[in-house]
């Protein structure tokens, strides 16, 4: 399990797999927390707890006192010795914004360090399971095929696909639009179902 990397694939085919009201980002951060035998914090921009997936579960609260009494936090994508466990490292991920606020992710990790693209891949499946299952608009999920094909990852498109029962095979051409930063919301909501009208 420690040698197997492939977390974004594995994360996505189990939850998918699962019943529609247990397809949420608590769900993927549990999944992760099991594998990786870490505690998984997932904050607003300002460190505001959203979810919290304790490893073990019995250390929930020790946990949360543990961060209110922290000095500071690490950098985006660096760790610093922790004290709320012993040989514990804090490391911390911003989850960039998709139409909503940027979150930070934070690792608790006792012992044996986790291997560096294990995190790495942490790090992308939770921005995955916050754009697909963590918010209702679908369009910020669709967002991440098109990231996917665009990247040429293969796996994680068939994944994607599957999800999102859409046929990538069938897909021939793509047409990429500019609007000003100041006549986007205006775009989305006038010119986006007049393209539709038109291409339907």
Same mark, same amino acid.
């Given at each position: 399990?420690?040698?197997?990397?492939?977390?974004?694939?594995?994360?996505?085919?189990?939850?998918?797999?699962?019943?529609?009201?247990?397809?949420?980002?608590?769900?993927?951060?549990?999944?992760?927390?099991?594998?990786?035998?870490?505690?998984?914090?997932?904050?607003?921009?300002?460190?505001? /707890?959203?979810? !919290? $997936?304790?490893?073990?579960?019995?250390? @929930?609260?020790?946990?949360? #006192?543990? *961060?209110?009494?922290?000095?500071?936090?690490?950098?985006?994508?660096?760790?610093?010795?922790?004290?709320?466990?012993?040989?514990?490292?804090?490391?911390?991920?911003?989850?960039?914004?998709?139409?909503?606020?940027?979150?930070?992710?934070?690792?608790?990790?006792?012992?044996?360090?986790?291997?560096?693209?294990?995190?790495?891949?942490?790090?992308?499946?939770?921005?995955?399971?916050?754009?697909?299952?963590?918010?209702?608009?679908?369009?910020?999920? /669709?967002?991440? !095929? $098109?990231?996917?094909?665009?990247?040429? @990852?293969?796996?994680?498109? #068939?994944? *994607?696909?599957?999800?999102?029962?859409?046929?990538?095979?069938?897909?021939?051409?793509?047409?990429?639009?500019?609007?000003?930063?100041?006549?986007?919301?205006?775009?989305?909501?006038?010119?986006?179902?007049?393209?539709?009208?038109?291409?339907?």
């Amino acid at each position: 399990r420690a040698d197997h990397t492939f977390l974004v694939s594995e994360i996505l085919a189990r939850v998918s797999d699962l019943p529609p009201h247990q397809r949420t980002i608590s769900t993927v951060l549990k999944m992760l927390s099991d594998r990786i035998s870490a505690s998984l914090i997932l904050c607003d921009a300002s460190f505001q /707890i959203l979810h !919290l $997936i304790a490893w073990p579960r019995s250390e @929930e609260t020790a946990i949360k #006192r543990g *961060l209110e009494q922290l000095d500071a936090f690490p950098a985006d994508q660096q760790s610093t010795a922790c004290t709320i466990f012993p040989d514990s490292r804090l490391y911390r991920f911003s989850i960039p914004a998709e139409h909503g606020t940027e979150m930070e992710l934070l690792v608790l990790k006792e012992g044996v360090l986790p291997d560096g693209m294990i995190l790495t891949q942490l790090a992308d499946v939770v921005r995955l399971g916050i754009n697909i299952w963590g918010q209702e608009r679908s369009e910020v999920a /669709i967002h991440e !095929l $098109i990231r996917a094909i665009l990247q040429d @990852e293969p796996i994680k498109m #068939r994944q *994607l696909s599957n999800i999102f029962h859409i046929d990538v095979a069938n897909i021939n051409e793509m047409w990429m639009l500019r609007c000003d930063e100041s006549q986007i919301e205006r775009f989305r909501r006038e010119g986006l179902p007049l393209l539709r009208d038109h291409l339907g």
